[in-house]
């Protein structure tokens, strides 16, 4: 069964770096979405994308954030200047189609980043 | 917030028992959908209810809606030690297109063997 890929599993980085996640949705889905879980909380909606831009994102979205789809498979995040509070899981999901088609979203394993 | 409750927090049930977890939402709705969340692993998709259904089966698990209360209840019946995770509603808002989901706080379930 295709599945949501993201890499790296774990991600040290110092504050104040850039990071870039990376996810590879399935290959015949449409819309795309970034989530994150801080340890012990609820997994919090980030940012969706279709057609090659953002569709909706939420306050957690900031200007530190930015995602891209560099070619037809790949779907990234960036974190331009890590702050300690970024310090999560971060998953990656994917869909054939958006909300009001009824269809489930796929979710990758995700990418634990810690911020030192 | 879109999101309301879920409850319990925490569940503890033998193996063969039925397990109850029950989410409440603040708006109107789409669909509701419950994922099962392993440790330290991705969320798994279990189940799908729209907003005109009432119940929906698929296996050992039972999901009923009522759009009135506001409230949904994700039944898994004859539970086995693997059914051991989180489990989780979410919601997708009535007018939302881009399909963002709304996660409940979970419930964590422990099955012993």
């Known amino acids: 069964e295709p599945e949501v890929t993201q890499t790296p599993s774990h991600q040290v980085t110092q504050m104040g770096q850039e990071v870039i996640l990376r996810c590879v949705p399935i290959?015949?889905?449409?819309?795309f979405y970034w989530y994150r879980q801080i340890l012990g909380q609820k997994v919090e909606f980030l940012v969706s994308?279709?057609?090659?831009?953002?569709?909706?994102k939420s306050e957690i979205f900031d200007d530190q954030f930015s995602v891209e789809r560099p070619d037809g498979s790949n779907f990234t995040l960036k974190i331009r200047s890590t702050k300690l509070e970024d310090s999560a899981m971060y998953f990656c999901?994917?869909?054939?189609?958006?909300?009001?088609?009824?269809?489930?979203?796929?979710f990758g394993d995700g990418t634990r980043l810690s911020i030192l | 917030s879109q999101q309301g409750e879920e409850d319990p927090q925490a569940l503890s049930i033998q193996e063969g028992e039925n397990a109850t977890m029950n989410c409440s939402y603040k708006t109107s709705i789409n669909n509701l959908q419950w994922y099962r969340q392993n440790s330290g692993r991705g969320l798994v998709h279990l189940i799908l209810?729209?907003?005109?259904?009432r119940e929906k089966h698929s296996g050992r698990l039972r999901v009923t809606l009522d759009t009135s209360k506001k409230s949904s209840s994700l039944l898994i019946t004859a539970s086995r030690a693997a059914d051991t995770a989180s489990y989780f509603c979410a919601t997708v808002g009535f007018y939302n297109q881009g399909g963002k989901l709304i996660f409940g706080q979970g419930t964590e379930l422990s099955v012993k063997p």
């Open positions: 290959s015949n889905h449409l819309y």
């Open positions: 994308f279709y057609n090659n831009e953002i569709s909706e």
């Open positions: 999901a994917s869909s054939e189609m958006g909300g009001s088609s009824n269809q489930p979203q796929h």
């Open positions: 209810i729209r907003s005109n259904e």
